[in-house]
């Protein structure tokens, strides 16, 4: 089957849509984690607006649907990347894999020279498709309560 989607900036107006997506992904994650209190269920509408209008927010759309999202906190030549989910029903269609090379065009044409993540270090899932679009883990932390791996991608 084929699928057709279209990848772009949010806009204030998504707010609610990326919302749902990210308290559905994130509460998710935290039953894999074992995790309860993450930072990313304690957002409102409200707090994500504000990101989309201060930060490079891009989503998936399928149908005028929002299906996937990921945020990006650029500061000189380095970024963060966080908050990237896709909706449970529509994932391995190449949304995660598309978000990502938009992020990477994107943070190269802002002199970008690294990226990094952070993501539970035993989510192999996870893990392994960061290592797939070329990320490596810098380091293992445990400053919120569980083994996090900060993933690096490097932009030559």
């Not at 299906?67 to 529509?90: M, P």
């Not at 290592?131 to 690096?152: K, M, P």
């Given at each position: 089957?084929?699928?057709?989607?279209?990848?772009?900036?949010?806009?204030?107006g998504?707010?609610?849509?990326?919302?749902?997506?990210?308290q559905?992904?994130f509460?998710?994650?935290?039953?894999?984690?074992?995790?309860?209190?993450l930072?990313a269920?304690?957002?409102?509408?409200?707090?994500?607006?504000?990101?989309?209008?201060?930060?490079?927010?891009?989503?998936?759309?399928?149908?005028?649907?929002?299906?996937?999202?990921?945020?990006?906190?650029?500061h000189?030549?380095?970024?963060?990347?966080?908050?990237?989910?896709?909706?449970?029903?529509?994932?391995?269609?190449?949304i995660?894999?598309?978000l990502?090379?938009?992020v990477?065009?994107?943070?190269?044409s802002q002199g970008?020279?690294?990226v990094?993540l952070?993501?539970?270090?035993?989510?192999?899932?996870?893990v392994?498709?960061?290592?797939?679009?070329?990320f490596?883990?810098?380091?293992?932390?445990t400053?919120r309560?569980?083994?996090?791996?900060?993933l690096?991608?490097?932009?030559?």
């Amino acid at each position: 089957m084929l699928y057709s989607f279209i990848i772009r900036r949010a806009t204030p107006g998504d707010a609610p849509a990326v919302y749902a997506i990210l308290q559905s992904a994130f509460q998710e994650y935290g039953a894999l984690t074992g995790q309860k209190d993450l930072e990313a269920l304690k957002e409102t509408e409200e707090d994500i607006r504000k990101e989309i209008e201060t930060k490079a927010v891009y989503i998936a759309v399928i149908d005028d649907a929002i299906v996937g999202t990921v945020r990006l906190d650029i500061h000189g030549d380095e970024a963060y990347l966080s908050r990237f989910a896709v909706d449970q029903r529509n994932r391995n269609i190449g949304i995660g894999k598309s978000l990502i090379s938009v992020v990477d065009k994107y943070l190269k044409s802002q002199g970008v020279k690294k990226v990094t993540l952070h993501t539970a270090s035993k989510h192999s899932v996870l893990v392994r498709f960061y290592y797939s679009r070329g990320f490596y883990t810098e380091a293992i932390e445990t400053d919120r309560g569980y083994l996090r791996a900060r993933l690096v991608k490097e932009y030559c």
